[in-house]
Structures are given as structure tokens and as C-alpha cells.
């Protein structure tokens, strides 16, 4: 099940979506984004915490056709990161 994390539609001019309003009690947001966050036990093994092989499948599906990155030196400007990797 993919959620969409656009920000809610509207008829007027379109407001920036804010991640803090996931934190907050705006219901109204949440319910015409679809977002919602449900509390939840985790499980943990050797201090480590378990992530249900469900979850980890939704989250492949989801991102499979992503990909992100982080340059260490010099910022490259996005059209020719863009551009080498059409290439690729």
C-alpha cells in the first residue's frame, strides 16, 4: 500500500505541505493526504529493532526506482547530475 505524500489539493492558491503538520492534531490534514501516523511496539534482537519482512517489501516496492545520494566534495549543480545519469 503506497501513501502519496503530496500535499492535499485545493481550490484557492496551493499551500507548501509541511512536515509538521504530520505532528500535529490537523486531522483535516490527514485525512485528505491519506497520512497517518499509528503508535507501534517494536521488537527488538540483540539491541538491535526487527522490521517486519511486509514492511521492508513495501518500502523495496516503493523505492526501487530511486535513487538518492550525497556528494562528499563540490555541489553539482542538479541538471548535470540529472543529465549523467539519463545517460547511464
Not at 484557492?12 to 505541505?17: A, E, I, L, N, T
Not at 509538521?20 to 490527514?30: H, T, V
Not at 517486519?52 to 550525497?70: H, K, N, R, S, T
Amino acid at each position: 500500500m503506497a501513501t502519496s505524500l503530496a500535499p492535499p489539493q485545493s481550490s484557492s492558491s496551493p499551500q507548501p505541505f509541511r512536515w509538521s503538520s504530520l505532528f500535529q492534531n490537523d486531522k483535516s490534514i490527514l485525512a485528505s493526504s491519506n497520512l497517518a501516523l499509528e503508535p507501534c511496539s517494536p521488537s527488538f534482537e540483540e539491541g538491535a529493532a526487527v522490521v517486519p519482512q511486509d514492511v521492508i517489501d513495501v518500502g523495496i516496492a516503493e523505492w526501487e526506482d530511486m535513487l538518492i545520494g550525497f556528494f562528499l566534495d563540490k555541489r553539482m549543480s542538479f541538471p548535470f547530475v540529472k543529465n549523467a545519469l539519463e545517460k547511464i
